[in-house]
């Protein structure tokens, strides 16, 4: 669903490749820090981003990271560095799986071959949570803390920009935008999201989403 925003593009310079850069800020106009940013290629244009092979981590009772992206095709381990045991779940439709209760790695990894938003928890520490983005698109990334994002060499294209967050006022929320991207440009997109952010999900612990 895309929510309300506030667009301003700034095309500008003749330098040998373009880039892009993507501002996003809370409605008070603070920045939004660790949001998932997705560029997809719309018509002829790059590729999706190629599948890669990441490792969510279990350290002292949380995932890490807490927030992951990943291109569709890509595998995730999960391995259980803890002192005790976890059990991995997700019930979401885009990867529902369940891990056994385990501590180090005892189970291959998973194979995310659908785009979409996946939720994971563990079945015996209820404030465990983390959220796994499977994207299409051909460049991704997350805010810094300044609530920026940038992508050098981005080839020319029309695009949509995707902007994800746990705390956007509805789960799979997105804020999102069109742009064209010419040889040489300089593309800058600020997206504001129109509604204040949730509260957080779990006040047992802090998570990187909470930190805003």
Known sequence: MAAGLVLSLALCGAVAAADLQVHVTQLNGTPLPGA?????ALGAGPPPAAPLQSVMDQVNLAFAPDVLVIPVGSTVSFPNTDKTGHEV??????HPFKLGLYRGKPYPPEHFDRAGLVTLGCNIHDAMLAYILVTDAAYYGRTAANGSWSQPDIARGRYRIEVWSPRLTEPGQTLQRELTVEAGDHAVAALRAAHGLRPAELSQRPHSWDAY
Do not use: D, L
């Open 36 to 40: 998932v940013v997705t560029v997809h």
């Open 89 to 94: 779940y997700s019930f979401s439709s885009t």
